[in-house]
């Protein structure tokens, strides 16, 4: 009993330091997220694995401001952008507006207290978002949205997917983001400072790499679980619910490491 208290109060902890982080940074991530030529890739590549048609509805998890929500809107029925920040979701309404969109709702609640009824969504996306989560909640949430899809729905996951320096392309990427920090010069030197300590006490990056999320989707009971590299750190993962009794996983996928 006392193991799950602490277990409640690690989730408490973490889902109020994102959304204090999150209402700090909206502002400023909604103005940056189209000039990140490698963000932008990923948002791309989400969209087309996620394959969005007429009709469908569609939940955005960890919405932001709408960097996939307005892009898919004009595509379905309806879409459902979740999003841990007030500031996220205000922000994300009011690009909606901005762009004449009427089918974009948003709710600010963190993924980990969100309740969907199952079998009730087409399509389930989300973008940079669930490396924030602890490795517990991760697994959570991907269960949790797997069982939100229709037969035949599609969950699909752009990420940053790397382990913690186990193997050579967790070691790759590592070291080409620490290289383009040391070119930066001293507010670079501050940045690996700064992000060493975020990623070795995993307390606001929590990567995993692309075969522990492989793993998450398959113990969900989706199928045809296909991994996608696209830009350096980042990946996409996707899976279907109960469509076929098949897994497919691109080739090259190191064995698990978190
Ligand atoms: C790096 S931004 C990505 C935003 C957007 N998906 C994009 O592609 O630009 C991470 C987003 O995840 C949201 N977030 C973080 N933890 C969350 C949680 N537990 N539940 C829901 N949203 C969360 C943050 O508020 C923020 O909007």
């Known amino acids: 009993m006392s193991s799950v208290r602490s277990t409640n109060a690690t989730q408490g902890a973490n889902i109020s330091r994102q959304r204090?982080?999150?209402?700090?940074?909206?502002?400023s991530w909604d103005h940056g997220a189209q000039n990140n030529p490698g963000l932008v890739k990923v948002v791309e590549r989400v969209i087309a694995e996620a394959s969005p048609q007429t009709g469908m509805t569609v939940?955005?998890?960890?919405?932001?401001?709408?960097?996939?929500?307005?892009?898919?809107?004009?595509?379905?029925?309806?879409?459902?952008?979740?999003?841990?920040?007030?500031?996220?979701?205000?922000?994300?309404?009011?690009?909606?507006a901005a762009a004449n969109l009427t089918n974009i709702e948003g709710i600010a609640v963190p993924i980990e207290h969100l309740e969907i009824e199952e079998a009730s969504v087409?399509?389930?996306?989300?973008?940079?978002?669930?490396?924030?989560?602890?490795?517990?909640?991760?697994?959570?949430?991907?269960?949790?949205?797997?069982?939100?899809?229709?037969?035949?729905?599609?969950?699909?996951?752009?990420?940053?997917?790397?382990?913690?320096?186990t193997d050579a392309r967790d070691r790759e990427i590592i070291s080409s983001k620490v290289a383009l920090m040391i070119r930066k010069g001293p507010a670079g030197w501050w940045?690996?400072?700064?992000?060493?300590?975020?990623?070795?006490?995993?307390?606001?990056?929590?990567?995993?790499?692309?075969?522990?999320?492989?793993?998450?989707?398959?113990?969900?009971?989706?199928?045809?679980?296909v991994a996608i590299p696209v830009v350096n750190e980042a990946s996409v993962v996707r899976g279907t619910r109960g469509a076929r009794d098949q897994h497919i996983v691109a080739k090259g996928i190191p064995p698990t490491k978190r």
């Not at 401001?65 to 029925?77: D, F, T, Y």
């Not at 996306?125 to 517990?136: E, G």
């Open 191 to 225: 940045r690996i400072a700064k992000n060493a300590s975020r990623y070795l006490f995993r307390i606001q990056e929590r990567p995993v790499s692309i075969a522990a999320w492989v793993e998450m989707f398959r113990a969900a009971g989706l199928h045809e679980v």
């Open 59 to 96: 939940i955005d998890i960890g919405c932001g401001s709408g960097q996939l929500a307005l892009r898919v809107a004009p595509l379905v029925e309806r879409v459902i952008g979740i999003d841990i920040s007030q500031a996220m979701i205000d922000l994300l309404l009011q690009n909606a």
């Open 20 to 27: 204090r982080f999150w209402n700090e940074r909206a502002a």
């Open 122 to 165: 087409d399509l389930v996306i989300s973008n940079y978002v669930l490396h924030h989560l602890r490795d517990k909640d991760k697994a959570v949430a991907v269960a949790t949205a797997a069982r939100w899809l229709k037969p035949g729905g599609r969950l699909v996951i752009g990420d940053m997917m790397f382990g913690r320096g």
